[in-house]
């Protein structure tokens, strides 16, 4: 594990302010914390701050909403970002999901105070209340046309809602356990669910059915990705032909986050294992970077970068701190991560430094969405 530096979540504010300061700290394993700070010392003609480090840091580029911190005795550096904008009135309590739709001028987003919402992703504003489910909903997404939302959630229900008047349109029943995730297959023709009850099930979206169990792993299944395999990867023959009603499900694969400290791989469209992997602990999500290689993250903080064509040995394991892995996504040519202790990092690899988008002070980050206008 490589050493990893922290900021004071609200940095940007307090170095607004004159003579202002933000703590600074260093943890390699093994090793004392080194601890430091930063201090304005001015401001340029540009309104960009002028910024000192303490003795074991030095600061690089700085602009109004990011700062560039090296520790060169851990040779370690990382680039602090500031939120540009904040929405504090969609939830009164903690979001547990969001999405934003394709093209970017909504999001949806779910809440431990037991709303699901739809709202301009521009400035914030409510546009719809989508209420339906009995208890918590867990995940929501939008379809790729952007019109429509997909829920799961504590009552087993996975729904269908309309963007445009918040109407339920499709109820999907036959899970029994609360839904932890969902996928889309393609357009939107099909997609998956998986559950607490320990099954990963495939939909058929315009008959309101079930279509498989595509999975029944005996464990919580917490997350799932579904994509495009490698051709060298055998992906096994169905033991019947496949539904007509099975749209796009032919050389995928689909990834399963177990509870039970396993990854599994199953061909989607025939339902055969395709690998199982031992972790070190609960997987909590997964997906894809390519068709070849994928994450996973666990409990205990790893995250698992892994070879489809050979997942007996993974390519890499970067492990930043304790706190559970609880959300992955792909990102240019790297991926982003967030962490039940509020950490949030964008890894790519032709930066020699990790980025940190800040100001979520130690409360969990469920979840992480690229917005693509």
């Known amino acids: 594990m490589a050493a990893t530096?922290?900021?004071?979540?609200?940095?940007?504010?307090?170095?607004?302010?004159?003579?202002?300061?933000?703590?600074?700290?260093?943890?390699?394993?093994?090793?004392?914390?080194?601890?430091?700070?930063?201090?304005?010392?001015?401001?340029?003609?540009?309104?960009?701050?002028?910024?000192?480090?303490?003795?074991?840091?030095?600061?690089?580029?700085?602009?109004?909403?990011?700062?560039?911190?090296?520790?060169?005795?851990?040779?370690?550096?990382?680039?602090?970002?500031?939120?540009?904008?904040?929405?504090?009135?969609?939830?009164?309590?903690?979001?547990?999901?969001?999405?934003?739709?394709?093209?970017?001028?909504?999001?949806?987003?779910?809440?431990?105070?037991?709303?699901?919402?739809?709202?301009?992703?521009?400035?914030?504003?409510?546009?719809?209340?989508?209420?339906g489910h009995v208890y918590d909903v867990?995940?929501?997404?939008?379809?790729?046309?952007?019109?429509?939302?997909?829920?799961?959630?504590?009552?087993?229900?996975?729904?269908?809602?309309?963007?445009?008047?918040?109407?339920?349109?499709?109820?999907?029943?036959?899970?029994?356990?609360?839904?932890?995730?969902?996928?889309?297959?393609?357009?939107?023709?099909?997609?998956?669910?998986?559950?607490?009850?320990?099954?990963?099930?495939?939909?058929?979206?315009?008959?309101?059915?079930?279509?498989?169990?595509?999975?029944?792993?005996?464990?919580?299944?917490?997350?799932?990705?579904?994509?495009?395999?490698d051709d060298s990867v055998n992906l096994g023959t169905p033991e019947k032909a496949p539904s007509e009603r099975e749209i796009g499900t032919e050389g995928k694969i689909l990834l399963l986050a177990r509870e039970d400290k396993k990854l599994q791989g199953v061909g989607l469209q025939s339902r055969q294992p395709v690998f199982l992997f031992d972790g070190s602990d609960a997987f909590n999500c997964c997906t894809f970077l390519s068709s070849t290689y994928f994450l996973a993250g666990t409990q205990d903080g790893n995250i698992y970068q892994l070879d489809v064509r050979n997942t007996n040995a993974p390519i890499q394991i970067i492990h930043r701190s304790g706190a559970p892995v609880l959300s992955l996504l792909p990102y240019r040519d790297g991926f982003i991560a967030s962490q039940g202790d509020g950490t949030c990092f964008i890894i790519q690899q032709d930066l020699d430094y990790v980025i940190d988008l800040t100001e979520a002070d130690c409360d969990p980050v469920y979840k992480v969405r690229n917005m693509v206008c």
């Open 138 to 229: 867990n995940c929501c997404r939008f379809f790729p046309s952007g019109l429509v939302v997909l829920s799961g959630g504590m009552d087993a229900q996975l729904k269908i809602w309309s963007a445009e008047d918040a109407s339920c349109v499709v109820t999907f029943k036959g899970h029994k356990g609360g839904i932890l995730d969902t996928a889309i297959v393609d357009r939107g023709r099909n997609v998956l669910s998986c559950s607490r009850d320990g099954t990963a099930r495939l939909w058929d979206c315009g008959k309101s059915s079930c279509l498989a169990v595509i999975a029944d792993c005996g464990s919580p299944i917490n997350g799932i990705a579904v994509g495009t395999a």
């Open 5 to 131: 530096l922290r900021i004071q979540s609200d940095w940007s504010q307090a170095l607004r302010r004159d003579e202002g300061e933000a703590w600074l700290s260093c943890r390699s394993p093994g090793k004392p914390t080194l601890y430091g700070s930063l201090t304005r010392r001015g401001l340029s003609t540009e309104g960009v701050p002028d910024i000192a480090a303490s003795e074991g840091f030095v600061v690089g580029e700085v602009t109004k909403k990011s700062i560039l911190i090296s520790c060169p005795h851990e040779n370690v550096s990382t680039k602090f970002l500031a939120p540009y904008t904040t929405f504090s009135r969609i939830h009164q309590k903690s979001i547990t999901c969001l999405d934003i739709s394709s093209g970017g001028g909504l999001g949806v987003s779910t809440s431990t105070d037991g709303t699901m919402k739809i709202w301009q992703a521009a400035n914030g504003e409510i546009r719809r209340l989508l209420e």
